[in-house]
Structures are given as structure tokens and as C-alpha cells.
């Protein structure tokens, strides 16, 4: 039932560890590809936004790696990193090795342009228009880049940090003591 | 005439044109939910459709962003409705793996049952609509008294049936009653012939499989690029199901097969859904039959041993100190989680419900990001009805399952 199961000592030696995902990576990339780390099973990195493509490329067409399912594209929003504000994360998924990993490239927030994945994955077509409509990341050469969940006339991102859930000039409840202040 | 007298103005190049604009939906009785494809029609065949969404979306990324774990919960019933105690335990064991929590054997069997009766009621809500949308409208009236019964047992468990914020972390919040047992027990017993009976109205139908046979059809390769996942995904031909792939809640303990199509037409999608009814159905009588096995004190445990986490009884909380603590600490969000990064899936009716929680270490998630599948392959949409009939259009929508709180977040 699952593809891959190892019956042989042939696959075990052949199975795609994180490990040899990072080697085939730093092999390729070098330098430009780096943060590599392990949490909870799943590799994790990082490159340069200008070569989110390059990498998305490689991982998809590499034979060995072949990480050619799309899993999940968001964006996170770290206010305090100065010129990394933001971040574009990649869950891709290899289904006949069944292994995972995220792969992340970061953004200053005054010119968010990342290069859009939309040509190697239909998939990630709307999911880069939610990034945008929430994060306001420029995906450069989105065929369609425009709002998709909030109304065309909104002019901001509300997922970003700067935009609290609650008033915070409330002055009748104090939430210093409870969670996030 | 004069400009004067002229009532309705029409967009410029509208008397020209060769093709008829179509709005279906936001709210038409054939979207089934609340979106909108304005298609362009030559005659009945489709030559174009923009899909719009975002009706009822409610912003559950950013309130996540407020709430402590447990309070998130309700915020995943509103995503696939239809399923909502998949999302629930989905959202459990995503908390339960960031937080390291191992939940005893019987806690996940208890899941497994409550998993798969909510993709029974899924799919089944799922197929009959297909049969509505083709013009049968008995099966649809017919299987509801037994989704109703699902929702009974949900009613038994937890209080509530569609919105059921279902279980807590580490656990549920309660042991299951008698009552839960024995509907559970009658669930068994008599849906099998039901969904025989289901069956034969449509599978061998004559007009259902002239309807269904090649309308919407989606290669496997396509399917994957546009993340297909679920049901539409292996109609198509490929076996990806979570279940199989990340065991989750000892999933690994059973037996099942994952039922696959070939064309990843609206027929296929119809006869996977169907089989795999049966499967769960199969994985119940299992889960059922190994509760049964748990003997003395263990057949009555139903959550784990987190007290930070899980809340204690409400008698005590009255009686005795360190329950008290807990439950202050736990409902006044003075129990921070740890730091990390995680991604965990379960399979929801629909596909793969993924979870990506970052915590830096506070009571809310940093960010929390939900991977809803009809989100993803509701794009391929177009691609999928350009050149069919608007009949058929109707029919695909139904048969992929679109549920638009689970699309609008």
C-alpha cells in the first residue's frame, strides 16, 4: 500500500533522509541555501528570495529529491527582524518517498517582491493571491495577483503584526497580566 | 430619441456580444455554499468561468493569533462543516504534537470512530448531493435519518452536532455514555444495508453514469499540480491519503485499502467516495471490536495525563487544590506552550487538512495557517468545466465537494 516501503537492503540505502536532502542541496547551492534545521521530523531551510525559484526548480526536477507536490504556501510576519519582516514558507511533499520539508525565504517589508511559484505549481496560483491579500507579499509575475478572500477595496494587509485583533487604546480591560500584552 | 428617455444602460459592446454572461451563485440553491462563477456561456457550453470566493471568510488565522489553544478549536468547526470532528482532532493532534503529548491507546481508537463516522457523513452528504444535482432526490432524503444518527452519536459525546468542538488535547472530555455505544451499535448494524440500498440506486444507474462518466475529468498529473488531495485527488489514480502515508491517532493499527478511480471524472469521484464509506465503515467495526478488548481501569480512560493542558473535572476543581490551580491557570491563559514550528495533517473528508502552527513560546499561536484542501483544488475549476455543459458545470462542483467555510477560513 505505501509506495516505497523498504523490502529490500537496496531502498533502505536509498531512502531519502533529511540528511541526504540537505547534502544534495548544499551540493547544488553551496552557501545559497542555508538555516538548515530539524523540527519534529521535518527539515527545514532557507535561501535568498531571489532564488526561491532556482530552488523550487531543482528540488522539483532532481531526480533523487523530486519534490514535486505543493503542500501549503503562507507567509509569516516577523515585525522585529529588520529586513527579514517576512516570510514566505514552501511545505513541499515528495509522494513517492514520502518525505516532507519546508523551505522559506524571507522579505524586507517595504519592497515584499518574491518571484511567484505559480508557473511550476497551479496550486500555488491562489495560494500566493491569499499571501498577498493577507501579507501583501508582491509575487512578481502572478498572472493574477489580486485579492481573494477580503474585498478588492481593502487598502492594507491585515495579517501583518501591526494590525491588532483588538483595540488596543481599550482601557476597561487590562491585559497585561493575561497572554500577550 | 434622446439620452433622456433611455432607462437602461447597457455596458458598452453588450448588443455585440456573442456569448451570454452568467452569474451562478453567490447564493444559488446549485453552488451549495456561498460562492460565485460568473461564466461566460456560447448556448448551454461553458467558453470561460472566474471563480470568486471569500463570502463568509472570518478572518480564523488572525483571531487564532489571540486565542489559547483550546479556545481554537471551535474556530476548525467552521472549516469543513460537514466534518467537523475531523477538524477538531486534526487541531488536537496538531497541539498534541508540538506539546509532546503521547495520548493512551484506547483515546485514539475512540478517534478513529468519531474520524470515520464524520467522513461517512461527509461523503455521504457529498454523493447524495451529486444524485440531487443530477435530478434523484430520494437517496439524498433517504440517507439523511442516518447521518442524523452520526449526529446523535456526536450529540451523545460531545452535546453539540454540527459545530461539535469535539475532544480537548490529550483527549475528550468526557468518557463515552452507554448511549454512545449502543447508537453506535445500531449505526453498525443497519447502515450497511442503507448504503447498499444507496448504491443501487445510482452506481449502475443508467442516467446517473450518462450524467457523471466524463464530465469533469482531471488527469492525474494535472491533479497533482493543482494540489489535489482526498477523494478528487485518488479518483484520479493516486493512492495519497494521510492515513497511510502519516499514520496519525495509530491509524496504523488497522486494516483498509484506499480506494483509487482512473479517470478523476465526477463518476469516479462518486464510486471512491462510495468505497471508501465502506472502508471506514470496516475501520469502525475494527476501532469498535479493540475498545471492546480494554479491560479494568483501562477501558475507562479517555484523555491523557496533560494537566496542563487538559482541564480537570468540575467536581475537582471544587475539591481539591492542585485542580483548582490547573483550571485557573488553564482558563486565565497562564499556561504558555512551548517554542517550535509545526506541520501536521490529518485526512479530512475532503483531503489533506494540514495545520502549520508556529509558537514563540506564548499562550497564542505567533501564527497559525491552516491548509484547507477545497481551498487549493477549487482552483482547477475552470479548467475543469470550459467546454462542458453548465449542467455538468453544476454537477462538478457538487461532486468535488466544495464547502465554502472550509475555502474561506
Known amino acids: 500500500m505505501l509506495p516505497g516501503t523498504p523490502d529490500d537492503l537496496n531502498l533502505i540505502e536509498m531512502a531519502l533522509t533529511n540528511e541526504r536532502i540537505q547534502q544534495r542541496l548544499t551540493e547544488k547551492f553551496g552557501d545559497l541555501v542555508f538555516g538548515f534545521e530539524e523540527s519534529y521530523g521535518l527539515l527545514s531551510f532557507e535561501a535568498a528570495k531571489e532564488n526561491n525559484l532556482k530552488v523550487l526548480q531543482f528540488l522539483n526536477d532532481d531526480e533523487e529529491l523530486g519534490f514535486r507536490f505543493l503542500t501549503d504556501l503562507c507567509a509569516v510576519n516577523y515585525p522585529d527582524q529588520a529586513g527579514r519582516e517576512l516570510a514566505v514558507v514552501y511545505h513541499l511533499h515528495n509522494l513517492a518517498e514520502n518525505v516532507r520539508l519546508r523551505f522559506k525565504v524571507f522579505t524586507n517589508i517595504q519592497t515584499p517582491d518574491v518571484f511567484t511559484a505559480s508557473k511550476l505549481f497551479n496550486s500555488a496560483n491562489w495560494m500566493e493571491r491569499e499571501t498577498y491579500d493577507f501579507f501583501g507579499v508582491n509575487f512578481v509575475g502572478h498572472p493574477n495577483l489580486k485579492r481573494i478572500l477580503n474585498v478588492d477595496e481593502m487598502d492594507y494587509f491585515p495579517m501583518r503584526k501591526e494590525f491588532p485583533l483588538e483595540d488596543q487604546t481599550r482601557v476597561d480591560k487590562d491585559d497585561e497580566m493575561f497572554g500577550r500584552g | ?409
Open chain 2, 1 to 409: 430619441m434622446t439620452e433622456h428617455h433611455q432607462h437602461i444602460k447597457l455596458p458598452e459592446g453588450s448588443i455585440e456580444k456573442q456569448t451570454t454572461t452568467l452569474n451562478v451563485g453567490p447564493t444559488h440553491p446549485a453552488t451549495h455554499g456561498v460562492f460565485q462563477n460568473i461564466m461566460e456561456l456560447d448556448g448551454e457550453r461553458i467558453v470561460s468561468t472566474e471563480s470568486t470566493v471569500g463570502y463568509i471568510h472570518r478572518a480564523f488565522e488572525k483571531i487564532a493569533e489571540r486565542r489559547p489553544l483550546y479556545q481554537i478549536t471551535p474556530l476548525t468547526d467552521r472549516l469543513n462543516y460537514c466534518s467537523s470532528p475531523i477538524n477538531n482532532m486534526g487541531w488536537h493532534l496538531t497541539c498534541e504534537k508540538l506539546l509532546n503529548v503521547k495520548t493512551p491507546k484506547r483515546v485514539d481508537y475512540l478517534r478513529v470512530i468519531i474520524m470515520e463516522l464524520a467522513r461517512i457523513a461527509d461523503h455521504l452528504i457529498c454523493n447524495s448531493i451529486v444524485g440531487v444535482d443530477t435530478g434523484a432526490y430520494t437517496g439524498f432524503l433517504y440517507v439523511m435519518q442516518y447521518r442524523e444518527l452520526i449526529y446523535e452519536i456526536y450529540e451523545e459525546v460531545c452535546g453539540s452536532r454540527l459545530t461539535t468542538n469535539i475532544g480537548r488535547i490529550g483527549g475528550f472530555e468526557r468518557n463515552f455514555s452507554n448511549t454512545a455505544f449502543t447508537k453506535l451499535e445500531k449505526f453498525l448494524k443497519e447502515y450497511p444495508s442503507v448504503l447498499k440500498e444507496f448504491e443501487n440506486l445510482f452506481t449502475r444507474n443508467r442516467i446517473f453514469m450518462d450524467r457523471t462518466m466524463g464530465t469533469g475529468a482531471i488527469s492525474a498529473e494535472r491533479a497533482m499540480n493543482y494540489g489535489f488531495t482526498g477523494p478528487n485527488l485518488r479518483a484520479a489514480g493516486v493512492d495519497y491519503d494521510v492515513r497511510v502515508h502519516a499514520p496519525y491517532s495509530s491509524y496504523e493499527d488497522f486494516d483498509f485499502s484506499i480506494p483509487v478511480g482512473k479517470t478523476g471524472d465526477n463518476y469516479d469521484r462518486f464510486l471512491v467516495r462510495n468505497e471508501e464509506m465502506w472502508q471506514s465503515l470496516g475501520i469502525i467495526q475494527q476501532a469498535y471490536q479493540k475498545i471492546q478488548e480494554f479491560k479494568g481501569e483501562e477501558a475507562e480512560v479517555y484523555h491523557a495525563n496533560v494537566p496542563e493542558y487538559y482541564l480537570p473535572k468540575k467536581e475537582d476543581v471544587y475539591t481539591k487544590m492542585e485542580a483548582l490551580i490547573w483550571h485557573f491557570k488553564i482558563i486565565m491563559g497562564e499556561v504558555d506552550m512551548p517554542k517550535g514550528e509545526v506541520y501536521h495533517s490529518v485526512e479530512g473528508a475532503n483531503g489533506e487538512l494540514g495545520f502549520y502552527l508556529i509558537s514563540d513560546g506564548g499562550r497564542a499561536p505567533f501564527r497559525l495557517h491552516f491548509r484547507r484542501p477545497c481551498f487549493i483544488y477549487y482552483q482547477a475549476y475552470p479548467e475543469l468545466v470550459t467546454g462542458g455543459m453548465l449542467s455538468d458545470a453544476i454537477v462538478t462542483m457538487s461532486s468535488l465537494n466544495l464547502i465554502a467555510g472550509e475555502m474561506d477560513a
